[in-house]
């Protein structure tokens, strides 16, 4: 079994706007200058090239504080889910550093005596202020509108790699069940119980039809309630346990708080199946597969370790295929740990209200602990 112990680490988000501040700064000074300080050049006798100035000093000062503060908030409030706050928390820091940068305005305006001796009054300060909040505003919206843009064109991105790694979970997962091998253990089983136990017959019928319904359909939806895959596993181990028979147990003890939480489909097929493939299965040395949840909100699949002796070629891509799901969900990565007795693989479980599809099988034909 292999064993990975770190998964993906998230990329930090670098800001390359060198040319964006270049350009924006150029464009709202040559603004401003054009419709709000360009009579001054008449009105106060002021050479052009001194309000020019000035001017692209402020909106340089501007852009940069404005700037500073809308990455310092969405470091700490990145990503859409937290669009609202970050908006909020904006609107109060960069009011705040708006009205700091006003005050400076008028005081540096005075102290150089840009406009001749003068003391500015009250309505400095609020016309200096309403300059200032216009440039905040026209920056942070920039900053924010090509920031969401970025974000919407990342989910698109990630949700089309989720819906591959489902896809591929779910191609996984069925090109196993309908393996030369399997088909015939299946209809072994099937055709030993025909003729032991026709009603057993019939349950493991409407069981496989159930496995083979939920592997198909697992692509509808990205999460499904612990619950539907409980049930699911449920009827995928009835079929192994036909087959290897007191050679496997199942034992489920998960709370009924913790069985609405959420998971990718075939997570707890794919575990299982690890176990089954790398272990000695037999009467004498059952392996036991346990499947509990903590109040954390973790899952923990644990089976006794009992490795065959030639083991089997495998890829360990259903592991892999499970962490990448919850990467791209933006989840905790599972966890994977080995001793000398067990092996366990331990995932977060969501509390979220994304929409689910359930399990149609018929579980209840499954005598095992639950």
Request: net charge neutral; aromatic share 14%.
């Amino acid at each position: 079994m292999k064993q990975e112990n770190e998964g993906p680490q998230p990329v930090r988000e670098r800001v390359n706007d060198f040319w964006l501040r270049v350009g924006g700064i150029t464009a709202l000074n040559i603004f401003l200058n054009i419709f709000f300080y360009l009579h001054l050049s008449q009105e106060k006798n002021i050479p052009f090239w001194k309000i020019f100035l000035l001017s692209t000093f402020f909106v340089f000062l501007s852009w940069e504080v404005t700037r500073w503060v809308v990455l310092q908030v969405r470091k700490r409030f990145p990503g859409l889910q937290n669009m609202r706050t970050r908006i909020i928390r904006l609107t109060i820091y960069v009011t705040l550093a708006t009205v700091a940068l006003s005050i400076f305005k008028v005081w540096f305006q005075d102290a150089i005596e840009f406009y001749g001796e003068m003391n500015s009054g009250i309505f400095d300060y609020f016309y200096g202020f309403g300059m200032n909040m216009f440039y905040a505003l026209v920056i942070t919206g920039i900053y924010e509108s090509l920031y969401y843009f970025h974000q919407w064109q990342r989910l698109l991105a990630e949700t089309e790699l989720l819906k591959q790694a489902n896809l591929q979970s779910q191609f996984d997962s069925l090109k196993n069940q309908v393996n030369p091998h399997f088909l015939f253990n299946s209809l072994n089983s099937l055709s030993s119980l025909v003729e032991e136990d026709k009603e057993q017959a019939v349950s493991f019928i409407a069981e496989l039809s159930s496995v083979y319904r939920y592997l198909l359909q697992s692509n509808e939806r990205e999460l499904t309630t612990l619950q539907s895959e409980l049930d699911f596993i449920k009827a995928y181990f009835f079929l192994l346990r036909t087959r290897f028979r007191q050679g496997v147990d199942l034992l489920i003890e998960v709370p009924d708080g913790m069985r609405e939480r959420l998971l990718p489909p075939l997570t707890l097929q794919m575990l299982v199946e690890n176990a089954v493939k790398h272990n000695v299965i037999s009467v004498s040395r059952p392996l036991l597969v346990r499947i509990t949840a903590t109040s954390d909100g973790w899952l923990h699949v644990v089976n006794n370790l009992q490795r065959k002796i030639q083991q089997v070629p495998g890829s360990g891509l259903g592991l892999v295929n499970i962490t990448e799901k919850f990467r791209l969900l933006k989840q905790p990565q599972p966890q994977i740990n080995e001793t000398a007795t067990e092996f366990r693989v331990s995932i977060p479980l969501m509390d979220s209200r994304m929409p689910y599809r359930p399990f149609a099988g018929s579980a209840e034909n499954v005598s095992l602990a639950s």
